[in-house]
């Protein structure tokens, strides 16, 4: 069977059958309710449950005869390997995405602030983490961070500027917590990290 080009799926009508692939089974153009456009479906069997199964692919001509058999070749792959594809694609979008710290302070900050009545608390609250934390723990995802990336990060200031450092340690338990709350970390470092640090000097 000849491989279905161009020239042949831009002339697919409403009322024509699905144009096979020709070089990939089970991959097929179906014709929409405009001429020269249609629907890529992969159909294949499921062997995990032995059921037929569609799969769609995306919208010809936006979806590109290529772009089509590249998808649907990896699916074979899968296939051959006891794997069903949408099963894989359904496990992959319910997957949780992390946010960094940097994100979650953000996220953080956006949603508390409105309930802080002192203009310069809203401003400085961020700037601080941005200043001291960000450096060393925004690009890290929530459920990387450590006591250990905590102290290092309030090392720098935990003896010379405690003050400081104290509201950046508490600003990071706060970012902390709110990721533990919506389940992106299972525990909150900034509770241990004070077994990592020497004893402040009060009054800095």
Request: hydrophobic content about 40%; overall charge positive.
């Amino acid at each position: 069977m000849a491989v279905l080009t161009d020239t042949k799926a831009r002339h697919i009508k409403p009322d024509d059958k699905p144009l096979p692939h020709g070089g990939i089974t089970g991959l097929t153009l179906h014709p929409s309710s405009v001429k020269g456009r249609g629907k890529w479906v992969f159909r294949y069997v499921s062997p995990v449950t032995q059921k037929r199964r569609n799969a769609g692919l995306g919208t010809y001509p936006e979806v590109s005869i290529a772009e089509a058999a590249r998808t649907a070749r990896i699916m074979r792959e899968q296939l051959a390997a006891g794997d069903d594809p949408l099963e894989i694609k359904k496990a992959e979008s319910e997957k949780v995405v992390i946010p960094t710290f940097a994100d979650a302070a953000r996220r953080v900050h956006a949603e508390l602030s409105p309930g802080w009545e002192n203009p310069k608390h809203v401003r400085q609250w961020l700037s601080t983490l941005e200043n001291y934390a960000f450096p060393q723990l925004g690009a890290k995802t929530l459920d990387s961070i450590t006591a250990a990336d905590v102290a290092e990060t309030l090392r720098p200031v935990w003896l010379t500027l405690s003050e400081t450092a104290s509201r950046v340690k508490q600003r990071i338990h706060v970012v902390m917590q709110w990721g533990w709350a919506h389940g992106f970390c299972v525990a909150n470092p900034v509770d241990v990290v004070d077994h990592l640090l020497p004893q402040q000097t009060r009054g800095r």
